[in-house]
């Protein structure tokens, strides 16, 4: 079953033109700010890599750190199990209780396994090339498209939805071609860093994980370890597992 996690903390008032102070709000510099704060995350996605002659399809899981990333293949059945940890421009690929070097890669390199760790780097600290308002399914979404430092050729795009900030498609093009085309099914923040923070290395976890969207399949509810306290970064409005859920559900009509 597909899930769909609440970013938290959301920025209800995300794209209202103006700020307390009657100062014009940036979209992309709040909603980079937010994901510059993220510390850790766990994420699903499809994933279609094209390749000159063919495309090919994979679903990954990902347990992202802005320093170290690990990817681990759900789908096709013939890969499944296999991942690999992205850390310091290196590739470490594992299997069971095996274990391979990979050795090095390059910005220019970009594969299915760097994909989403450098979709989080363009969201969080990446150069806006283009922003847009658009719709993806039946969902108001702002669109970014980023480069990074290291690599300019190679553009990053993704459609936020307004409400939840949850990424709900991206795209990888390179050179003008596109590489890789994203469809995100559940994104679930573990860690945020408070401002401050980020310097010293020391990353905080929000006093409340973002809430889960639906029942697993067994109908058993997933813990909720914050208690019903809610965090003081937390906007006032509650949003219920249906309006969570509308928002993956929603975008792949």
Known sequence: MRKALLFAPMLMLLLTACGGGGEKVDPAAELQAQYAALASATMEADIACHYTDE???????????PGESTVTVLAPANLSGISATVADGKLRLSYEDISLDAGGYSAADTSSVTALPRLMAA?????????????????????????????????????????????????????????????WTRFEVTGRTEPGEAESGQPDTPNQPSAPSEQSDGGETPSNPGGDQPSENVSAQTWTPAEEAAAYAEAEE
């Open 55 to 65: 495309v090919r399809t994979y679903t990954l899981l990902c347990a992202y750190t």
């Open 123 to 183: 969201a969080g600290s990446g150069y806006v090339t283009e922003q847009s308002e658009e719709t993806v399914g039946e969902r108001n979404c702002l669109r970014l498209s980023c480069d990074l430092p290291d690599d300019a050729a190679t553009v990053y795009t993704t459609w936020f939805d307004q409400e939840t900030l949850l990424p709900l498609r991206s795209e990888i093009t390179t050179d003008g071609q596109m590489v890789f085309e994203v469809a």
